[in-house]
């Protein structure tokens, strides 16, 4: 069974960090781009990032760009979300997803943050102080 689950989450003052994680079982993740995104009460799930299956390519929603840092240990089975410089519009639960390798990098970056097969549950990120 392919499963996902966030941990990390928890309550930070504004300019605090977090560092989230993604840990998968049932299949290994060297084989899966994976994308971090957020949704906040009453709001529309939002991408916050993704990284390329080796690590190599990254993205970032304009929103969290020079803030957050996305990164994946492949021997761990986890893809890790380093949140610095926290907001109170961070506030979110948080999710990872997973999906097969794109093909090419022009193809990972047109679906970076769309198009994944797998979630986690969420993990709950809240900032205030």
């Known amino acids: 069974q392919l499963q996902l689950v966030e941990s990390g989450g928890g309550l930070v003052q504004p300019g605090g960090s977090l560092r989230l994680a993604c840990a998968a079982s049932g299949f290994t993740l060297d084989y899966y781009d994976i994308g971090w995104f957020r949704q906040a009460p009453g709001k529309e799930r939002e991408g916050v990032s993704c990284?390329?299956?080796?690590?190599?390519?990254?993205r970032y929603a304009d929103s969290v760009k020079g803030r957050f840092t996305i990164s994946r240990d492949n021997a761990k089975n986890t893809v890790y979300l380093q949140m610095n410089s926290l907001k109170p519009e961070d506030t979110a639960v948080y999710y990872c997803?997973?999906?097969?390798?794109?093909?090419?990098?022009?193809?990972?970056?047109?679906?970076?943050?769309?198009?994944?097969?797998?979630w986690g549950q969420g993990t709950q990120v809240t900032v205030s102080s």
């Open positions: 997803a997973a999906v097969p390798r794109r093909p090419t990098y022009v193809i990972f970056q047109a679906m970076c943050l769309r198009g994944y097969d797998y």
């Open positions: 990284i390329s299956s080796s690590g190599g390519r990254t």
